[in-house]
Nanobody
Framework: QVEVVESGGGSVQAGGSLRLSCTASGDEYNRFCMAWFRQAPGKQREGVAAIADDGYLSYARSVKGRFNVSSDRDRNILYLHMNTLTPEDTAMYYC???????????????????WGQGTQVTVSS
């Protein structure tokens, strides 16, 4: 079965940076469409960033210009470079995957059937 695992979370001061990584595995054809989501306490889960097969990048408006999503397609690894972090970025960050081609990078939760356990990011003032 498909397994999705995130890593790289931690605590950082405002203005700092973190890099998250996610690996998806277990699909027969070993190709996934992947994206990052996050959920802060008391808030809805929201899409953060995604990358399409042609390299098109999708970002939430709140992180555009500060976060950078990239991937190693051959190894099914998705990265999220987070810069100029603020306390508003504090959340559990989830990686989502779907065994399909990515003609566009979707930030809709319904497009992904497999999810990691999450990695906590905490940004202090």
């Amino acid at each position: 079965q498909v397994e999705v695992v995130e890593s790289g979370g931690g605590s950082v001061q405002a203005g700092g940076s973190l890099r998250l990584s996610c690996t998806a595995s277990g699909d027969e054809y070993n190709r996934f469409c992947m994206a990052w989501f996050r959920q802060a306490p008391g808030k809805q889960r929201e899409g953060v960033a995604a990358i399409a097969d042609d390299g098109y990048l999708s970002y939430a408006r709140s992180v555009k210009g500060r976060f950078n999503v990239s991937s190693d397609r051959d190894r099914n690894i998705l990265y999220l470079h987070m810069n100029t972090l603020t306390p508003e970025d504090t959340a559990m960050y989830y990686c989502a995957a779907e065994p399909a081609d990515c003609y566009s990078g979707s930030l809709q939760q319904r497009e992904y059937n497999y999810w990691g356990q999450g990695t906590q990011v905490t940004v202090s003032s």
